[in-house]
T-cell receptor, first 115, second 117 residues
Framework: AQKVTQAQTEISVVEKEDVTLDCVYETRDTTYYLFWYKQPPSGELVFLIRRNSFDEQNEISGRYSWNFQKSTSSFNFTITASQVVDSAVYFCALLLMDSSYKLIFGSGTRLLVRP | NAGVTQTPKFRILKIGQSMTLQCAQDMNHNYMYWYRQDPGMGLKLIYYSVGAGITDKGEVPNGYNVSRSTTEDFPLRLELAAPSQTSVYFC????????????????FGNGTRLTVT
């Protein structure tokens, strides 16, 4: 099966707290790509990061960081010193490496950052 | 570049009515996709197209039809609207389905919010 699981339905934190959003994936492919998207209250989907299966280096972009571990099939996303503007739904997605190149999405994690 | 443009932004339909959701992209992308997002859920693939004249079903195609007569346009048709089709619909496009598409994410439109009552 090829699927993405985001077990955390909703997380609520107070501003300035660190928060980690979990993503676990399943795929039979040896080459694959994983993505994170942000969906703010306005509804659009904003691309955050892409990671390929050959690159297990962690990535940091400002307050955002991603931890990719093939051994546990996880691609977790951490926001450091969260801000109210981080409140959104966050989706993890897996790119299918067949001729369709479809994205399979997790069910999303709603993050609420309270002032 | 306008990117991916979806129209309308909002629509209310009565049960049994039909409508077409429009999607156009100006990036010359071959790959286009229609997803639906039900409240509190992730996105599920309805249909996709790998080029003009080629379409295929995704995970939840029942109740929908698509066509791809040009590279730019990928309309989604609902023939007999049902309350279960109340959702937000996202169209997306992607460059060639080779390594270049791995380096570029799907480009999403801003969505069409559809309510069927």
């Amino acid at each position: 099966a090829q699927k993405v699981t985001q077990a955390q339905t909703e997380i609520s934190v107070v501003e300035k707290e660190d928060v980690t959003l979990d993503c676990v994936y399943e795929t039979r492919d040896t080459t694959y790509y994983l993505f994170w998207y942000k969906q703010p209250p306005s509804g659009e989907l904003v691309f955050l990061i892409r990671r390929n299966s050959f690159d297990e280096q962690n990535e940091i972009s400002g307050r955002y960081s991603w931890n990719f571990q093939k051994s546990t099939s996880s691609f977790n996303f951490t926001i450091t010193a969260s801000q109210v503007v981080d409140s959104a739904v966050y989706f993890c997605a897996l790119l299918l490496m067949d001729s369709s190149y479809k994205l399979i999405f997790g069910s999303g994690t709603r993050l609420l950052v309270r002032p | 570049n306008a990117g991916v443009t979806q129209t309308p932004k909002f629509r209310i339909l009565k049960i049994g009515q039909s409508m077409t959701l429009q999607c156009a992209q100006d990036m010359n992308h071959n790959y286009m996709y229609w997803y639906r997002q039900d409240p509190g859920m992730g996105l599920k693939l309805i249909y996709y197209s790998v080029g003009a004249g080629i379409t295929d079903k995704g995970e939840v195609p029942n109740g929908y039809n698509v066509s791809r007569s040009t590279t730019e346009d990928f309309p989604l048709r609902l023939e007999l609207a049902a309350p279960s089709q109340t959702s937000v619909y996202f169209c997306a496009s992607s460059p060639e389905g080779g390594r270049s598409s791995y380096n570029s994410p799907l480009h999403f439109g801003n969505g069409t919010r559809l309510t069927v009552t």
